[in-house]
């Protein structure tokens, strides 16, 4: 039988070299307590996902789908309607035949008319899906009267202006109409797309909003979006500016362009010396032969 031996002393354990390797529990907490680099990796993917802005595009209800209102919004009112609107300002188109530039003008518009339908299409179907009321906010209401005035403003002038049957007397009472509503039109779309830019920042930017940054804090996309409402400013005035300077109308270059200014006092003046030139040799005329039978009887 085996000899077993008397019971010593307990083998000394391995020596801790720190009381984190002998209770591993206190290392895991101290070292999400002491906010170590693995405690930095979620604010590290914070910063990551403000760059990711919206997420794309969709026509599914989502805020995918909402993404199509600024957008096509502001390519529609902003910059299909300024370029549209300055069209017959520009040098090349003069002294040329204008029928072609009507017709581009009208296309350039109409294209413009049929985004901002769209984005705002867009935009009540995303409110409807969410159960999100509609035209609530100043915002909306600058939106829907400047498209509504658009709509009426392309439907005029292609009737007073593209149709050949309109009377030329029509086309010079609404000429200086249509001019200005198409400036009035384009504040209107201003104010509207700058505004709906600052709501839609107000709205996305939150504190309470996980995985971004207030816009107190003017995160890059509030700098994307201020930038992009300065620059739609600044082209506005630009176009505005255009379109009020004389120097920059188009001058009349064709016999039915200048139907408009047409000066027809000229031919009421002519019309007494023509009179009096008739008459005069009329007075000759029987003169002369009343000397003649005068002298035929004597």
């Known amino acids: 039988m085996q000899q077993m031996q008397p019971a010593g002393p307990p083998s000394p354990s391995p020596s801790c070299s720190s009381t984190s390797d002998c209770f591993p529990l206190i290392k895991h907490r101290s070292a999400a307590e002491c906010g170590s680099e693995t405690s930095a990796e979620p604010e590290k993917h914070e910063v990551r996902a403000e760059y990711t802005w919206r997420g794309g595009f969709a026509w599914d209800g989502s805020p995918k789908q909402f993404n199509w209102h600024p957008v096509l919004m502001v390519t529609g009112l902003i910059v299909l309607y300024g370029n549209g609107a300055v069209l017959y300002r520009v040098p090349l188109t003069w002294g040329q035949n204008k029928l072609p530039w009507k017709l581009l003008h009208a296309a350039v518009m109409l294209l413009a008319l049929v985004l901002s339908v769209v984005g705002l299409c867009a935009v009540f179907d995303f409110h409807n899906a969410k159960n999100t009321p509609n035209l609530y906010s100043l915002h909306s209401w600058i939106g829907i009267a400047a498209t509504a005035l658009f709509a009426m403003q392309w439907v005029l002038g292609l009737a007073v202006f593209l149709v050949p049957c309109s009377p030329i007397s029509l086309r010079k009472l609404l000429k200086p109409v249509h001019v200005w509503f ?117």
């Open 182 to 298: 198409g400036g009035s039109i384009l504040s209107l779309s201003i104010v509207a797309c700058i505004s709906g830019i600052n709501e839609k920042l107000f709205f996305a930017l939150k504190t309470n909003t996980s995985g971004t940054q207030p816009y107190s804090k003017l995160p890059p996309e509030a700098v994307l979006g201020n930038t992009l409402g300065v620059l739609i400013v600044a082209f506005g005035l630009v176009v505005l500016k255009i379109l009020s300077n004389p120097i920059w109308q188009r001058p009349d270059s064709r016999p039915e362009d200048t139907a408009y200014t047409e000066d027809v006092s000229e031919p009421k003046q002519s019309l007494p010396c023509l009179s009096v030139c008739s008459t005069q040799v009329s007075s000759v005329m029987w003169t002369a032969r009343y000397l003649k039978i005068v002298h035929s009887v004597q």
